[in-house]
């Protein structure tokens, strides 16, 4: 089987998982609306459920989710991600644009490449003489 054959397959198999998520939530609401057409033809009161908090349930425990603790994990949750942009874009830690010199920064990072450059066409062409096509 090729590649457009396993494309083909794996686009069979999403829509048809699609399709059957489509329809079981389609006998849901239709079940739904039912249940709630018989509740109020009956005249019968319906209960209704206490709200606690902000509507978050009983065990709720604050806008972070772990109490007070929670604040803790958010804020390491901030520094996370900043050091994943960090790494993302190479910047360590006396890098970055305009960084601390050295070899840190994008200008350090230049030389070395250039200097990486100059040093294998060295090792290919050590008379000095030009290739054909450069």
Do not use: C, K
Not at 44 to 52: A, C, Q, R
Not at 60 to 82: A, D, M
């Amino acid at each position: 089987m090729g590649t457009f054959g396993r494309v083909l397959a794996t686009l069979l198999v999403v829509g048809l998982i699609v399709g059957i998520g489509a329809a079981v939530y389609n006998v849901g609401v239709n079940v739904g609306l039912e249940t709630a057409a018989q509740v109020a033809a009956s005249g019968e009161p319906v209960p209704v459920p206490y709200g606690y908090g902000w509507g978050y349930g009983p065990y709720w425990h604050g806008p972070f989710g772990f109490g007070f603790f929670g604040f803790f994990l958010f804020v390491v949750g901030v520094f996370l991600v900043i050091g994943l942009v960090r790494a993302a874009f190479g910047w360590g830690r006396h890098g970055g644009p305009g960084g601390h010199g050295g070899r840190g920064g994008w200008g350090g990072r230049r030389e070395m490449l250039e200097e990486m450059h100059r040093e294998l066409h060295r090792r290919d062409n050590p008379d000095g003489e030009r290739a054909a096509g450069a």
